[in-house]
């Protein structure tokens, strides 16, 4: 006699999980109907992470408690995981992979074969050696990486202080196209912005989960944050990473990102070019000035920046307004 087992069952977009109990692959595919609201005479199969399609009731009972098995229309298929993997790192190094003709040669099946490869590893990883922090305890974590960084903590404090830098030099860039903006006054205005961030060494703390002020918890867990007009990840479970972790948790970590609700390219800069044309002028009997605080907040503080997972990372325009940054 079979025995019930519980199941967790998502659609191919893995929008939703649902946990279900069931003996039979037929009772299987009735809850999921009704579970998912479908039309009692849709024909659906299961699909397992990896790809695999689960066809007979033998294989069925194969399956340990609690697999993910993921719901598609007959003759569909969904995204295994090391696909998703591959779809989400080409995505985010985009530019980077259409920089070089070596570049290009990089990135082929070979290399898309690795991904998947990784994606598989990443189910057998180890976690007991999360929460050691020196690099003599977890050396394999340290493996291929070009730093002099003694401990996780201080990698992860530098990767959070490249990014906030990042921001600062494409600011600067953009503004300095800009012909409407006077140098003198734009010069001052990123000095001001680049001894703030001198200030808090560049908000290297955000990703330090030693740091008081880190995103993370002192474990090194790191949570979605949700897309820019959300107050929370709407995927069940939210989306987590630990980079603290493993050496391939650490690599699939710099897909995630640090998002400008306010949009910074298309919001903040147009602002702070229009407060830098109009600072000079008079409001009644006071002279207008840039308002630097607010400009460094919009820029490269939480009270702006969201931490999300590619998912929830939305590239359209933004319906967010900046500035004016004027006082």
């Given at each position: 006699?079979?025995?019930?087992?519980?199941?967790?069952?998502?659609?191919?977009?893995?929008?939703?999980?649902?946990?279900?109990?069931?003996?039979?692959?037929?009772?299987?595919?009735?809850?999921?109907?009704?579970?998912?609201?479908?039309?009692?005479?849709?024909e659906?199969?299961?699909?397992?992470?990896?790809?695999?399609?689960?066809?007979?009731e033998?294989y069925?009972?194969?399956?340990q408690?609690?697999?993910?098995?993921?719901?598609?229309?007959?003759?569909?298929?969904?995204?295994?995981?090391?696909?998703?993997?591959?779809?989400?790192?080409?995505?985010?190094?985009?530019?980077?992979?259409?920089?070089?003709?070596?570049?290009?040669?990089?990135?082929?099946?070979?290399?898309k074969?690795?991904?998947?490869?990784?994606?598989?590893?990443?189910?057998?990883?180890?976690t007991d050696?999360?929460?050691?922090?020196?690099r003599?305890?977890?050396?394999?974590?340290?493996?291929?990486?070009?730093?002099?960084?003694?401990?996780?903590?201080e990698?992860?404090?530098?990767?959070?202080?490249?990014?906030?830098?990042?921001?600062?030099?494409?600011?600067k860039?953009?503004?300095?196209?800009?012909p409407?903006?006077?140098?003198?006054?734009?010069?001052?205005?990123?000095?001001?912005?680049?001894?703030?961030?001198?200030?808090?060494?560049?908000?290297?703390?955000?990703?330090?989960?030693s740091?008081?002020?880190?995103?993370?918890?002192?474990?090194?867990?790191?949570?979605?944050?949700?897309?820019?007009?959300k107050?929370?990840?709407?995927y069940?479970?939210?989306?987590s990473?630990?980079?603290?972790?493993?050496?391939?948790e650490?690599?699939?970590?710099?897909?995630?990102?640090?998002?400008?609700?306010?949009?910074r390219?298309?919001?903040?800069?147009?602002?702070?070019?229009?407060?830098?044309?109009?600072?000079?002028?008079?409001?009644?009997?006071?002279?207008?000035?840039?308002?630097?605080?607010?400009?460094?907040?919009?820029l490269?503080?939480?009270?702006?920046?969201k931490?999300?997972?590619?998912?929830?990372?939305?590239?359209?325009?933004?319906?967010?307004?900046?500035?004016?940054?004027?006082?």
């Amino acid at each position: 006699m079979a025995l019930i087992k519980g199941f967790k069952v998502t659609d191919s977009e893995r929008r939703i999980r649902v946990g279900i109990a069931v003996k039979t692959l037929l009772e299987l595919t009735q809850k999921t109907k009704e579970k998912f609201k479908l039309k009692s005479d849709l024909e659906i199969r299961f699909q397992a992470p990896d790809g695999t399609i689960i066809e007979s009731e033998d294989y069925f009972e194969t399956l340990q408690p609690q697999t993910l098995l993921i719901w598609v229309k007959a003759g569909e298929r969904a995204q295994t995981d090391a696909e998703i993997l591959y779809r989400t790192i080409r995505e985010v190094n985009e530019e980077y992979l259409t920089a070089g003709e070596k570049v290009q040669e990089f990135f082929t099946e070979k290399m898309k074969n690795k991904v998947f490869k990784l994606a598989e590893l990443l189910k057998e990883v180890e976690t007991d050696k999360t929460n050691e922090s020196e690099r003599k305890l977890h050396p394999e974590w340290f493996q291929g990486l070009d730093t002099t960084a003694k401990t996780k903590e201080e990698y992860m404090f530098r990767r959070a202080q490249d990014r906030v830098r990042t921001y600062f030099y494409r600011t600067k860039d953009e503004l300095i196209k800009n012909p409407m903006s006077q140098s003198e006054k734009l010069g001052f205005l990123l000095k001001d912005l680049q001894e703030k961030l001198k200030q808090v060494k560049f908000f290297g703390c955000y990703f330090d989960r030693s740091a008081t002020k880190s995103i993370c918890d002192e474990k090194g867990n790191f949570f979605c944050e949700g897309r820019w007009d959300k107050p929370c990840c709407l995927y069940i479970p939210v989306h987590s990473i630990n980079p603290y972790k493993s050496p391939e948790e650490r690599i699939i970590f710099q897909t995630w990102n640090l998002d400008h609700a306010i949009e910074r390219t298309r919001s903040i800069i147009p602002s702070i070019k229009d407060a830098l044309v109009h600072d000079d002028k008079l409001n009644g009997k006071k002279k207008k000035i840039i308002d630097v605080e607010r400009i460094f907040d919009d820029l490269f503080t939480r009270n702006n920046l969201k931490f999300v997972h590619i998912v929830c990372h939305d590239k359209g325009a933004h319906d967010t307004k900046a500035g004016p940054y004027l006082i």
